[in-house]
């Protein structure tokens, strides 16, 4: 399961991928498999491991289908 807290002010999602795989294995699975480019959470330190950083600052249209094709990949 992949869980997350929207942000209060910005256009960045740190999702929990923990449940998918350690270190960058999520991101990894979901550029793979559903073609959707993520940042991995270890690239922005220690506290970032298990999960990626999606940026959500684009259409609802984009982004539906960006979230359907990661759903896809970890179904």
């Given at each position: 399961?992949?869980?997350?807290?929207?942000?209060?002010?910005?256009?960045?999602?740190?999702?929990?991928?923990?449940?998918?795989?350690?270190?960058?294995?999520a991101?990894?699975?979901?550029?793979?498999?559903?073609?959707?480019?993520?940042?991995?959470?270890?690239?922005?330190?220690?506290?970032?491991?298990?999960h990626?950083?999606?940026?959500?600052?684009?259409?609802?249209?984009?982004?539906?289908?960006?979230?359907?094709?990661?759903?896809?990949?970890?179904?």
């Amino acid at each position: 399961m992949i869980t997350w807290h929207p942000p209060e002010a910005t256009f960045l999602a740190w999702l929990d991928c923990a449940a998918l795989g350690p270190d960058n294995q999520a991101r990894e699975l979901f550029l793979d498999r559903g073609h959707v480019a993520l940042e991995p959470g270890l690239r922005f330190g220690a506290a970032g491991r298990g999960h990626v950083r999606l940026n959500f600052a684009t259409s609802t249209d984009i982004l539906d289908q960006a979230t359907a094709q990661m759903a896809a990949a970890a179904a």
